[in-house]
């Protein structure tokens, strides 16, 4: 009877390290989707909004040795063996947790942070060539100019000159340029954060609560070993 439960627990744990895998793989693949799309905009951001992508990648790249930890136990039967791999899967539980949460939390300060440090940038746009890139990229990519309305480039330029990314032509912006940008970024810039952060919450969490499986499985079949050992 013991002998038939752990076959099964054993057959169980194979299946779950198979979608542990594929579950490494989809959360490097949001890591590093996440931390591309960050990357073009770091002088908007804290460092630790990227550090959440950078976490997710590591932990998703440490799952696949826990994985094949686990396989081994598996195979070999062996009670310290799986138990170890319960205990790392525990521990990279509480990683992504903390991730998830982590990114949950940015997600709803990032309002005013990114708005601030947009404003900050804004003034420097003329002698900082980082931030100059960063806002010219902003506004070609999000289609707009300054951090709520195109004026406030007044403050920078001190006339009715626009930086030339504010502009569909890309080519001597100003006030008067019939293609100019007409919303603000900071809208969209933050909608389009808050997406990105929201993939990593979502990514992280489900892929955390995934894992309470394999620690049961894994405890279950060390004990069936264990009790198969005692009555050997």
């Keep these: 009877m013991v002998e038939a439960g752990m076959k099964c627990i054993k057959y169980l744990l194979f299946a779950f390290n198979f979608i542990f895998v594929i579950a490494a793989i989809a959360l490097i693949a949001v890591g590093i989707v996440v931390q591309t799309n960050f990357s073009g905009y770091l002088n908007f951001f804290d460092a630790p909004v990227t550090s959440v992508a950078i976490l997710l990648i590591v932990v998703g790249v440490i799952m696949f040795f826990i994985a094949a930890f686990g396989c081994c136990g598996a195979i070999k039967e062996h009670n310290v063996c799986t138990m170890v791999f319960?205990?790392?899967?525990?521990?990279?539980?509480?990683l992504q947790l903390a991730g998830g949460i982590a990114a949950f939390v940015m997600r709803s300060d990032l309002e005013n942070t990114v708005t601030?440090?947009?404003?900050?940038a804004e003034q420097n746009y003329l002698t900082s060539p980082g931030v100059k890139k960063t806002w010219d990229d902003v506004q070609t990519d999000f289609k707009c100019c300054g951090v709520d309305k195109s004026t406030e480039w007044q403050q920078v330029y001190t006339n009715t000159t626009l930086p030339d990314s504010c502009c569909e032509s890309d080519k001597g912006c100003n006030e008067s340029s019939k293609d100019k940008y007409q919303t603000g970024c900071a809208d969209a810039f933050i909608s389009?954060?808050?997406?990105?952060?929201?993939?990593?919450?979502a990514a992280?969490?489900?892929l955390a609560f995934i894992q309470v499986i394999g620690i049961v499985f894994a405890c279950c079949l060390a004990q069936a070993i264990r009790k198969e050992y005692e009555c050997v």
């Design 86 to 94: 319960a205990v790392l899967l525990a521990l990279i539980f509480i």
């Design 116 to 120: 601030e440090t947009m404003k900050k």
């Design 192 to 201: 389009w954060s808050k997406s990105n952060l929201a993939k990593i919450a």
């Design 204 to 206: 992280g969490l489900a």
